[in-house]
């Protein structure tokens, strides 16, 4: 059966969903190993995400920005700040540049832990090195940049010619 519209086999279709679910599986099972890793601390992959996102921010960042720079919708953002301010990780503090808005700041706590944190998975990343060489490992991660550039260059180019068919 043919897919008239864009001319693909069914088979194609198959290949091309195969390929997506085997992405998308792979970016799963990277979130399941690392919430596996950190499950003796009670801490999930978002949570992990941002944890060491606010290591590299000692001001702390507005909640927005660190949805957005992890990729994480924003609503949830609101509940992973609630449940680490619950555990004493973080706190919520006036921006000192705008009273209207709010920073999140890594608590002594909340460092400690991402310390920790960070400490496992450099041992698990160790770890996975005595499967790859260092030569593999680095181009894996130079193709997965380039992925990423060239699905960001081809997404803005369809976005851009859509909006002047409007």
């Given at each position: 059966?043919?897919?008239?519209?864009?001319?693909?086999?069914?088979?194609?279709?198959?290949?091309?969903?195969?390929?997506?679910?085997?992405?998308?599986?792979?970016?799963?099972?990277?979130?399941?190993?690392?919430?596996?890793?950190?499950?003796?601390?009670g801490i999930n992959f978002s949570s992990f995400r941002t944890i060491a996102y606010l290591m590299a921010c000692p001001d702390g960042a507005?909640?927005?920005?660190?949805?957005?720079?992890?990729l994480l919708l924003r609503q949830n953002m609101t509940n992973i700040v609630d449940a680490m301010e619950r555990r004493g990780l973080v706190e919520r503090v006036n921006d000192p540049k705008d009273r209207r808005r709010i920073r999140v700041r890594l608590l002594p706590q909340g460092q400690a832990l991402g310390e920790?944190?960070?400490?496992?998975?450099?041992?698990?990343?160790?770890?996975?090195?005595?499967f790859i060489s260092d030569e593999e490992r680095a181009g894996y991660y130079a193709l997965e940049q380039k992925m990423y550039e060239a699905k960001a260059a081809a997404l803005s180019e369809i976005l851009a010619e859509r909006e002047t068919e409007t």
């Open positions: 059966m043919e897919n008239k519209k864009k001319g693909l086999t069914a088979k194609e279709i198959n290949a091309r969903n195969q390929r997506r679910e085997t992405i998308y599986l792979h970016t799963i099972e990277t979130e399941k190993r690392h919430e596996l890793l950190f499950a003796a601390h507005a909640p927005s920005q660190i949805a957005d720079d992890l920790e944190l960070l400490a496992i998975e450099e041992e698990y990343i160790r770890r996975i090195s005595k």
